[in-house]
């Protein structure tokens, strides 16, 4: 009998780069770090414009389906079969699921043909409870399982943790949050950054920029962070413009609201920005907000705290894990436009708060976020499922 290969690990992605969010930076950041493994990934195509197969840097990148939208659900069925033909050559010890959708159930169906292969589920879900009874309601005792036949899970937050224990999860959970390039966000710190960006994007010198990176979906709330800049537009005495950086599905919402509140010279919207370019955005702006419904983690308000921003949360999900109210940042009310920017504009006119949340917040980072700490936590669970 051929031994199982202990140098090898499968992951079960839905997504992956060029798409971006915080599950798939966290593939990347943690997977160039540990090299004593070599990890095979199956993710979803959706674009035919992207190779079946690709190597980026320590993962060998396998996409299938057509390159449409249907790739999403086509691709438990599709990735089981890969998996299947990909460990007749490489007999994995472990597979890997990041987050319990369609990825968990394609490692799950892999999982009961091959229960001696080691299960690793990893949660980044920033869905509400509410959200997720109503889309797996009518196939729950199966979606729990995604949850109970896993060997081991690891959550970027306690909030997260209590999830898995609510679907019946009874072994060990890893709590290690998503983490952030400490040095690239650092270097985005410079007024001349600030400068440049404002001519790029037309803002005035004098104008302040309150910035939010974003899925422009539900769970954001992105409708309330612009209503409270309608009320912070007539009532401060400041110039201030709102950057929002990302898309989504309410896009178009977004941008008929901004219309009819008649900010369209004091928003701005800039679509998708590619994740390498993200940090010069932080860098602009004078306070990051984001008054989510849910949240996982949160990883925008990491990094911009590592960009030296000091951030303005809703006290939902895994935010309560590192953000503490008027020491790391500063909490808003849910839904609640009037009470969000009257924290706006108390960050922006109380000046040693600001430096005080800035500088707490920035050493925070450095001390628990940063991505070389992050690996070094997984590397230790893969090495002892391995």
């Not at 691709?75 to 890997?96: D, H, M, S, T």
């Not at 800049?229 to 898309?247: E, M, R």
């Not at 849910?334 to 969000?340: A, F, Q, S």
Request: hydrophobic fraction near 45%.
């Amino acid at each position: 009998m051929i031994e199982p290969n202990k140098n090898k690990v499968l992951i079960f992605s839905v997504t992956y780069f060029p798409f971006v969010g915080g599950a798939e930076v966290a593939l990347y950041e943690i997977t160039k770090r540990i090299t004593n493994v070599k990890f095979d990934l199956i993710t979803a195509k959706f674009s035919r414009n992207l190779p079946d197969l690709e190597v980026v840097d320590n993962i060998t990148v396998h996409r299938v389906g057509q390159g449409k939208k249907i790739d999403k659900y086509l691709y438990p069925l599709k990735a089981f079969f890969l998996a299947r033909k990909l460990n007749r050559q490489n007999n994995y010890y472990l597979i890997w699921a990041m987050m319990a959708n369609w990825a968990g159930m394609a490692a799950l169906v892999f999982k009961l043909f091959h229960p001696k292969t080691k299960y690793f589920l990893t949660l980044q879900e920033g869905d509400s409870a509410a959200f997720l009874k109503a889309r797996t309601w009518f196939w729950r005792p199966l979606y729990a399982q995604i949850y109970k036949k896993a060997d081991h899970i690891q959550v970027i937050s306690h909030w997260l943790a209590k999830r898995a224990r609510s679907y019946g999860y009874k072994k060990e959970i890893s709590i290690i949050p998503n983490g952030v390039n400490v040095e690239k966000f650092k270097n985005s710190q410079l007024p001349t950054n600030n400068s440049q960006l404002k001519k790029q994007l037309n803002i005035p010198e004098k104008n302040q920029i309150i910035f939010t990176s974003s899925r422009l979906v539900k769970k954001n709330d992105i409708a309330s962070l612009i209503r409270a800049f309608d009320i912070l537009v007539a009532s401060c005495k400041s110039s201030v413009t709102l950057v929002i950086a990302g898309s989504g599905k309410l896009e178009q919402k977004l941008k008929q609201l901004t219309k009819d509140l008649k900010l369209e010279n004091n928003v701005i919207f800039l679509g998708q920005i590619d994740y390498d370019e993200i940090s010069k955005y932080y860098s602009s702006a004078d306070i990051f907000v984001r008054s989510s419904l849910s949240e996982g983690q949160g990883i925008a308000f990491i990094e911009a705290m590592a960009a030296g921003l000091p951030v303005i949360a809703t006290p939902v999900g895994g935010i309560t894990d590192f953000l503490l109210d008027k020491k790391t940042g500063l909490f808003c009310q849910v839904k609640n436009p009037e009470d969000l920017a009257e924290k706006i504009k108390l960050l922006l006119a109380d000046k040693k708060l600001y430096l005080e949340i800035q500088k707490n917040g920035l050493e925070l980072v450095r001390q628990k976020y940063d991505w070389n700490l992050i690996a070094a936590k997984m590397k230790e669970i893969f090495n002892n499922l391995i």
